[in-house]
């Protein structure tokens, strides 16, 4: 200690706790109450539930591994046909009821297959400043098995922000409501600004510094970033990056007096409000001598004004590099699945599958190789995640059209279609192999039908 600090002793502290609270027994019971006693008493009560409500289906389990809706039943028990028994205790029911497949599951089920499916709705939410939004996140942290890719929903109010940053992952957006202004430059200092709506689609690449702002009806939108560890808290803010900085290196670097930067946030700004921009773009259109980005580097797509293609059994379109080249390693397709069809089996050879479903109910099963299966039941804003190679289906097991998203973490938008490639194998081998009918082999499709036609689940039908 130097000789000339002295510190005074801290003065006592008379102040104490007075409140106690007095139990009654004994936390641990007897050791006598080890093993068999013939003085214990028995207990005799009914575990049977007094009736079985069956769903559609479900007692004679027909069509084998078929749908089962068990909205209006009081009492669902986990029960296919001869197989499985009744719950005797307390239970989940509201939630049993939306995961039927997994209180129920086909006899088709085998063996062990990692969780594929996540409830946003289940993520906490980081909250912004007031009441300007929100955002809520699914990687690997409440989905182990989505390596490869990460999903956040933020919801910015009219003039709101998303502060000024940038990201070690590339981000790729889906706008779901509304409408938002995004800016961002590249290394070269060519500048981007443009106006996106519901359906359409930005792409920032990693380490690429943008903002996004609501405008004046406020949005929401999806973002998907190329790296499943991915999180909020991990992002490159520009106000931390100016308050984890001294201002005397601030003054010097920006050429400014120190008290320019008195008032300089002192923690992440997020989201927070602001005012709602002009609706003229070109009033912010700023621009330096490297000029504005090229068309064929730009940052977004508008998706919404693609066309679909019409399927059997629905609607899809696809975006990826082919005609978005700034997203180099994204593709991702748009679906519309109707009541009672089915995404055809298929399967990724180059990607894992990254879901999100925006209406209507489904469910995906899943092969995945060494006798192992399992089928999940998603809705409205679950996420949904398909291991590379997994055959896979999504087929519509409600009442309205199904919506939903795939990303593949690729250049090009690729899968093998299960029955064109029997269609485009020799009869004679498909014949030998799964004992199919002539008249079956004769009924397959050398084109992939996408999304293929069927019968609404009689549970369903209103």
């Not at 005799?44 to 068990?70: M, R, S, V, W």
């Not at 980081?126 to 809520?136: I, P």
């Not at 059997?312 to 997203?327: E, H, N, Q, R, Y």
Request: hydrophobic share 35%; charged share 20%; aromatic share 10%.
């Amino acid at each position: 200690m130097h000789p000339s600090l002295t510190f005074a002793a801290p003065a006592a502290i008379s102040l104490q706790a007075t409140k106690t609270y007095t139990l009654s027994g004994d936390l641990r019971g007897p050791t006598t109450l080890r093993g068999y006693d013939k003085s214990y008493p028995f207990p005799t009560e009914n575990t049977h539930p007094n009736k079985i409500e069956y769903a559609p289906g479900q007692e004679h389990d027909k069509p084998e591994g078929g749908f089962l809706d068990f909205d209006d039943i009081e009492n669902p028990q986990p029960l296919r046909g001869n197989h499985g028994g009744t719950i005797a205790s307390n239970r989940n029911i509201p939630l049993e009821k939306q995961h039927p497949d997994s209180l129920a599951p086909p006899t088709t089920d085998k063996g062990t297959v990692a969780q594929l499916e996540w409830p946003l709705g289940l993520s906490h939410v980081k909250l912004g400043q007031d009441q300007a939004g929100f955002s809520r996140q699914q990687n690997i942290g409440n989905l182990p098995i989505s390596k490869e890719m990460a999903g956040v929903n933020m919801r910015l109010e009219a003039g709101s922000y998303r502060e000024l940053h940038w990201h070690t992952a590339g981000e790729w957006a889906l706008m779901l409501n509304g409408s938002a202004r995004i800016q961002a430059i590249n290394s070269d200092g060519q500048t981007f600004i443009d106006d996106v709506s519901k359906g359409d689609v930005w792409f920032f690449p990693s380490g690429v510094p943008h903002s996004i702002q609501g405008l004046e009806n406020g949005t929401e939108f999806l973002l998907i970033f190329d790296d499943g560890a991915f999180s909020e808290d991990n992002t490159f803010g520009v106000s931390e990056t100016f308050s984890r900085n001294p201002k005397e290196v601030l003054a010097k670097n920006f050429q400014l007096s120190l008290a320019e930067f008195d008032d300089i946030p002192q923690e992440e700004q997020f989201i927070f409000p602001g005012k709602v921009p002009p609706k003229d773009i070109n009033e912010q259109n700023v621009t330096g001598s490297a000029g504005i980005l090229s068309s064929q580097e730009s940052y977004s797509y508008h998706w919404s004004q693609q066309k679909p293609v019409q399927c059997p059994g629905g609607t899809v379109k696809i975006l990826d590099a082919t005609t978005f080249p700034i997203a180099e390693n994204v593709a991702a397709a748009f679906l519309t699945i109707k009541p009672g069809a089915i995404r055809e089996i298929h399967w990724h050879a180059s990607s894992d599958e990254w879901n999100f479903f925006l209406s209507g109910q489904a469910r995906i099963g899943v092969y995945a190789a060494q006798g192992n299966s399992r089928t999940f039941d998603y809705r409205a804003g679950d996420v949904g995640y398909i291991p590379k190679s997994y055959t896979h289906y999504i087929e519509n097991t409600g009442t309205e059209d199904v919506v939903v998203l795939e990303v593949l973490k690729a250049g090009k938008f690729t899968d093998f279609s299960l029955g064109q490639w029997l269609a485009l194998t020799p009869a004679q081998v498909v014949k030998d192999t799964l004992h199919l009918s002539d008249n079956a082999i004769k009924g397959l499709s050398k084109t992939k039908p996408l999304i293929v036609s069927g019968p609404v689940p009689p549970a369903t039908v209103q």
